[in-house]
């Protein structure tokens, strides 16, 4: 999820100019650049930016994009981690199904020797 997070974002802030590009990621604390590196691949800058970042900053910045800037992509995104309750970086884990993710934690607590409760009361 975290990569497709990070995608996301940059194609919600691609309509924005190549020279106004470097300023309005500035804006959401994301290092500083040149438009002409900008201008070179939108997509490249704001990623380039992006992965250096923990999964709860990219996270909070999707937060601050989709306000300022309405993508109804990214808005799916984030109201989808936010249900889910993925919210930080220890839950922007791996994109299959949370039934999955908790029949593989049940699956490792038993490999363990300790007992698992059904998945019902989890």
Sequence with gaps: M??????VVASALYPTKSYNLPSVCERY????GTGDEAFSSKTRYVMSRL????????????????ADFP??????????????????????????????RIDN????????????APIETL
């Design 51 to 66: 992965e250096k970042l923990s999964d709860e900053q990219v996270f909070h910045i999707s937060k601050q994009v989709v």
């Design 71 to 100: 993508d109804d992509k990214l808005q799916a995104v984030v109201e989808q981690l936010e249900k889910d309750g993925c919210a930080s970086a220890s839950n922007l884990g791996p994109p299959w199904p949370r039934a999955q």
């Design 2 to 7: 975290k990569s497709q997070l990070r995608h």
């Design 105 to 116: 934690t049940a699956e490792i607590t038993r490999r363990r020797g300790q007992p698992s």
């Design 29 to 32: 604390g994301l290092e500083p």
